[in-house]
């Protein structure tokens, strides 16, 4: 079938098997490859784009059950050259990731420190990270970078 999808603020339309996984959709469709199919089970959170400005993992989720929405994928989060807030903080604090789990876990911060959900605590940061796992590292200073990005938001 034909599908219509936004993904970063261009419309594409292209021709899928309506049960295709987003994210093989992103990657072989129309080559963004920054959400990563990796555990494929909903579980690592590699996959993690925006649809409807909301954390969702692309793995499992079927392209039909997207046509028309809003997508933003980790590369449309930049315009031209300039890193955005999250990504930074993350510089500055040391917080570089894998480029498996880096970009979901950018995704899911861009959408806690943009949503104004919350008050800056080192909790809700925590709980923002729940779907994405790394297993090599600590999480500490990607708490750190996510907090002073809400932190400055609330001056
Ligand atoms: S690949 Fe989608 S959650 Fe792991
Ligand atoms: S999985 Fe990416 S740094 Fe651990």
Redesign the pocket.
């Known amino acids: 079938m034909t599908i219509r999808l936004t993904v970063n603020g261009e419309t594409r339309e292209f021709a899928a098997a309506p049960m295709t996984p987003l994210?093989d959709v992103l990657r072989d469709g129309l080559h963004l490859t920054g959400a990563?199919?990796?555990?494929?089970?909903?579980?690592?959170?590699?996959?993690?784009v925006l649809v409807d400005a909301v954390p969702t993992?692309?793995?499992?989720t079927p392209v039909a059950l997207v046509e028309g929405r809003d997508i933003e994928t980790v590369e449309g989060l930049t315009s031209g050259e300039s890193p955005t807030p999250v990504q930074a903080a993350l510089e500055e604090h040391d917080a570089v990731q894998c480029g498996m789990c880096f970009p979901g876990m950018v995704v899911a911060l861009t959408h806690l420190t943009t949503s104004g959900t919350c008050e800056p605590n080192r909790a809700a940061v925590k709980e923002a990270l729940v779907?994405n796992v790394c297993r090599c590292t600590g999480y500490e200073r990607i708490v750190d970078a996510a907090l002073a990005v809400m932190e400055a938001g609330h001056e």
């Not at 993992?57 to 499992?60: G, I, K, P, T």
């Open positions: 994210v990563k199919p990796v555990c494929r089970e909903g579980f690592c959170g590699a996959c993690m993992v692309a793995c499992l779907g």
